[in-house]
């Protein structure tokens, strides 16, 4: 089987790395095409290798340097990038990942060809369709002929929808067995120090998402809130926060603490050694969850239930007295949760098995 797995902007790339050696030896042949640009991309000293963001990976057969832009303009340059590829290729199938534009692309193009779609992280709902993620996740569970759920509750949601129980699969969260594997390479990092900040002392941020960003009401409670928890807040800046802080008008001084974006393996540090998270992303809400970090979640709703329900997060409005309450009763709880079903390092495994018993096209 030859598929083609496309990963779009960072997450979706170190999330899948565990996968690219476990199709290797399966036999499957899997290649890469990433939305980012070659430019992202360091050499190594192994051919065939490339390190982004700190992480060594395969290098992407196709870097489609997808610029960043609205909703609308990455899915259409997406979109056009990919009915391209996939004209010229011709795979077996294709291996959708996560929510992102480019995600719904590649379902749309692939549908459009008869090419199957087996699709990562299927099933993942929050419910609210206000959410851009939402309507993509929906959108492509629509498309796809293979779901591979990464937590029970997206299974439940699948069927729920109409989706053939024989076409989903649970196998675990891919980004999990990331964190698992590369957990032990930052044992003895202590990604802290190097802002001065000692473990267990301070509170971890990361936010990303337009709804609280791009709000400047919203925006200025979120960050009145993290000045006002009683400890530093670190928040490595991966996402353009500092330029929408600066076009609201918003300073923001210490305690809080707005660093330059850091390596993958420096997050993981800096996230498992926080007495608790504030986010908004969902890859960080599976990240403390695996690292042991009580998260709180500043958004209405979030489609990493299986996080929730392990009692590793929590929700909070978007207030300075709702985002205080939720970060108090995290660090009061426990730091110690049973992770979800199939959260291992036997993930990539689980897919490999799927992906070669077939993809039954869809009907």
């Known amino acids: ?57 395969p290098t992407p057969e196709w870097f489609l340097d997808i610029a960043e832009g609205t909703s609308a303009a ?4 997406s979109l056009i990038a990919l009915e391209q590829l996939l004209d010229a290729e011709r795979p077996d199938a294709v291996l959708a990942v996560g929510d992102h534009d480019a995600t719904l692309a590649l379902a749309i193009a692939a549908a459009k060809r008869s090419i199957p779609i087996a699709h990562l ?15 993509n996740r929906v959108l492509v ?73 791009e709000d400047r009401t919203r925006c200025r409670a979120i960050f009145d809130a ?13 996402h353009g926060v500092s330029n929408l802080l600066a076009a609201h008008g918003i300073h923001v001084d ?7 974006g ?14 608790v998270v504030v986010t908004d992303s969902g890859g960080v809400q599976e990240e403390a969850c695996m690292l042991g970090t009580p998260c709180v979640t500043v958004r209405r709703c979030t489609e990493r239930v299986a996080t929730l329900e392990a009692g590793a997060n929590r929700l909070a409005g978007a207030t300075p007295e709702a985002i205080a309450s ?4 995290a660090m009061e709880g426990p730091r110690k949760w049973i992770t979800p079903k199939r959260w291992d390092k036997a993930v990539s495994q689980r897919v490999v098995r799927a992906l070669r018993r077939g993809i039954s096209p869809l009907e």
């Not at 939720?326 to 009763?329: G, K, L, P, R, S």
Request: glycine share 8%; charged share 20%; proline share 6%.
């Open 254 to 260: 210490d305690p809080v603490r707005i660093v330059d």
């Open 1 to 57: 089987m030859r598929i083609i797995l496309l990963a779009g902007a960072r997450p979706n790339l170190i999330k899948v790395a565990p996968l690219l050696p476990t199709f290797d030896r399966s036999g499957i042949t899997a290649q890469v095409a990433f939305t980012g640009s070659r430019e992202w991309a360091l050499p190594t000293d192994e051919p065939g290798l490339v390190s982004l963001w700190g992480v060594t990976v």
């Open 141 to 213: 569970s629509r498309l796809t002929a293979l779901h591979l759920a990464c937590d029970e509750a997206s299974m439940g949601h699948l069927v729920a929808e109409g989706v053939d129980s024989d076409r989903v699969v649970l196998v675990g969260s891919v980004l999990a067995e990331s964190v698992i594997r590369n957990a032990e390479s930052v044992r003895d990092r202590d990604a802290a120090a190097d802002y001065g900040l000692t473990r267990s002392g301070y509170v971890a941020a990361s936010f990303h998402c337009p709804d609280n960003l």
């Open 226 to 238: 993290l000045g006002g928890l009683g400890m530093p807040v670190l928040m490595p800046d991966a």
């Open 74 to 77: 990455q899915t259409s340059a």
């Open 326 to 329: 939720a970060v108090h009763e």
């Open 121 to 135: 992280e299927a099933g993942l709902r929050c419910g609210d369709l206000s959410v851009p993620e939402e309507v």
């Open 262 to 275: 850091v390596p993958y393996r420096d997050m993981l540090a800096i996230v498992r050694d926080a007495a």
